[in-house]
């Protein structure tokens, strides 16, 4: 697969403090990639140094086989859509999405009719035919949305850079335009990088995941292989899917501060680490039954549930006070139910515990 993006040793700090170090990256053609990681992780950052809001003090950026550093942003060729959509208050719907045409500093369009077409294609592709001569002020955030995209698609770049695009719209519009955003990149051919804080909006999206560690990549992968084997315990922490619990590590055990946990990995090197266990993985006993031969178990006090739809997600304190989550699937039966303060026990497969050094 070729790449249309090319990132190697890309630095770039504020005050002295690193938001984006050495970051080597290669996007895929053709691919819709999610950019996910905490506040202040160096997203925003990582986006603005390729859209060329920002210049890397390391490193070099390739785009489309041109290296594009040190090139301003309106000649990169780059699309880029904001949360906040910054449309035009004062020019309607058509004329927002024309403006970049006829006003780029590569190539403009000065061919009316061409123009036109161009312009009814881009309307006509975010589902907005009808309300092109609509001023921007009258439309719904999620039609907002889609005048932010076509005003971007109708330059036809190669690349479009995403900055949460869906982060000002309601849960059901967010739902909606995640299927529609896939759709359109797909029949486009291009590649987006969308950036977003919500581990499930960048799992659903993304063809690959990049998740972003303190201004590192953390990993890049397929998000059901992230998800099943995060790189790092840093990662693991981005998609609020799993319990970490600290300790040592002494070849077959895991020595926590609720003693020791089996695992099933290879022997490791002696040392500081992170036991992992997904929240889905741990199912919920009576105090002292007795766990089976491929089982951990550990005592565990209830706090209280939230019903989540489709599942529900169960608060414990362990021993040592560290707050554990368990996720229960509604689809599996009904959850048993648990009365606060009592304790119980948790279990779990020692093949499904992730180790860290
Ligand atoms: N213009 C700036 N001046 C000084 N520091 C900045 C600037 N822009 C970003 N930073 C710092 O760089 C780091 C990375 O910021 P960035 O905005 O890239 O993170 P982010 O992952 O996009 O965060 P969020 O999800 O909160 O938007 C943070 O520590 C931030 O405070």
Redesign the pocket.
């Known amino acids: 697969m070729s790449s249309v993006l090319i990132l190697s040793d890309v630095s770039k700090s ?2 002295g ?1 690193p ?1 984006v170090a050495h970051v080597d990256l290669a996007v895929p053609a053709d691919s819709y990639i999610s950019v996910l ?1 905490a ?7 990582l986006l603005r140094l390729i859209a060329g809001f920002e210049e890397p003090e390391t490193g070099s950026i390739t785009f489309d086989g041109h290296r594009i550093d040190g090139t301003p942003a309106h000649r990169r060729g780059i699309g880029f859509v904001f949360q906040n959509f910054a449309l035009f208050p004062h020019l309607n719907v058509r004329q927002n999405v024309a403006f970049g045409l006829a006003n780029r500093a590569e190539a403009p369009l000065t061919d009316p009719a061409e123009i036109d077409r161009r312009v009814d294609e881009a309307i006509e592709l975010v589902g907005l035919k009808g309300l092109d001569r609509r001023s921007v002020t009258q439309i719904s955030g999620g039609q907002r949305q889609r005048v932010a995209l076509a005003r971007t698609l109708v330059t036809r770049p190669k690349l479009v850079l995403l900055d949460e695009p869906l982060g000002a719209l309601d849960a059901h519009l967010r739902a909606r335009m995640r299927l529609e955003l896939r759709e359109i990149r797909r029949s486009l051919g291009v590649t987006f990088l969308h950036v977003t ?1 919500s581990e499930t909006e960048a799992l659903a999206m993304g063809d690959r995941l990049i998740v ?1 560690d303190e201004g590192r990549i953390g990993q890049f992968d397929e998000p059901k292989h992230l998800y099943a084997a995060p790189a790092s315990p840093g990662v693991a922490r981005y998609l609020n899917a799993y319990n970490l619990l600290k300790g040592a590590r002494s070849d077959e055990l895991f020595v926590s501060e609720i003693g020791p946990l089996a695992f099933d990995a290879p022997a490791l090197r002696h040392g500081e680490g992170v036991y992992a266990i997904r929240h889905d993985r741990i199912s919920v006993r009576e105090a002292g039954a007795a766990p089976g031969p491929d089982e951990v178990q550990v005592p565990a006090k209830f706090i209280a549930s939230e019903y989540g739809g489709a599942s529900v997600l169960s608060f414990f304190a362990l021993d040592n006070g560290q707050i554990v989550e368990v996720e229960e699937h509604l689809s599996l039966g009904e959850p048993r139910r648990l009365e606060a303060d009592r304790p119980y026990g948790l279990a779990w497969k020692r093949a499904s515990a992730l180790v860290y050094a």
Do not use: M, P, Q
Not at 39 to 45: A, I, Q
């Open positions: 504020y005050g403090k938001a990681g506040s202040g992780s160096g997203k925003t950052t804080g972003l």
